[in-house]
């Protein structure tokens, strides 16, 4: 009878131990496919960036070249400027899609987010090119 009774107390307890390793696993397996997720989205966003780096660079070595070459003082007016970035943006969201952009970065602004972006892309370009040219 006590064998029996320590018995039942033996497998409650194991139940009990069983159920709360599951539940600790469950909680581990969300935590790490919620660090998954957000690794995955940090690599889109990295390759967002790449892209509109790409698109600045190409852009620059092309087309805002030959418009400053026509340019009198070798210079882009600033609305020439604009409309080189704003090509840049509508470049950015035809590859990737807008649907896809929204998905990634929520319901901002997209245009200014990305315009955001793109400032940062040139900056970054003049200043390597700025750099590459000294040496």
């Given at each position: 009878?006590?064998?029996?009774?320590?018995?039942?107390?033996?497998?409650?307890?194991?139940?009990?131990?069983?159920?709360?390793?599951?539940?600790?696993?469950?909680?581990?397996?969300?935590?790490?496919?919620?660090?998954?997720?957000?690794?995955?989205?940090?690599?889109?966003?990295?390759?967002?960036?790449?892209?509109?780096?790409?698109?600045?660079?190409?852009?620059?070595?092309?087309?805002?070249?030959?418009?400053?070459?026509?340019?009198?003082?070798?210079?882009?007016?600033?609305?020439?400027?604009?409309?080189?970035?704003?090509?840049?943006?509508?470049?950015?969201?035809?590859?990737?899609?807008?649907?896809?952009?929204?998905?990634?970065?929520?319901?901002?602004?997209?245009?200014?987010?990305?315009?955001?972006k793109v400032e940062k892309a040139v900056q970054l370009n003049k200043e390597s090119q700025a750099y590459f040219s000294k040496k």
């Amino acid at each position: 009878m006590l064998e029996g009774i320590l018995l039942k107390v033996a497998i409650s307890a194991g139940g009990a131990a069983g159920t709360w390793l599951i539940a600790q696993l469950g909680n581990f397996l969300g935590k790490l496919a919620n660090r998954y997720s957000q690794s995955t989205k940090l690599r889109f966003i990295d390759q967002v960036d790449d892209i509109i780096m790409a698109f600045v660079v190409e852009l620059a070595e092309t087309a805002v070249k030959e418009a400053k070459n026509a340019a009198g003082d070798g210079k882009l007016s600033k609305e020439e400027a604009e409309k080189f970035k704003k090509l840049v943006v509508e470049q950015v969201k035809k590859h990737f899609g807008i649907k896809t952009l929204h998905k990634l970065f929520g319901n901002s602004d997209l245009d200014l987010l990305l315009k955001a972006k793109v400032e940062k892309a040139v900056q970054l370009n003049k200043e390597s090119q700025a750099y590459f040219s000294k040496k």
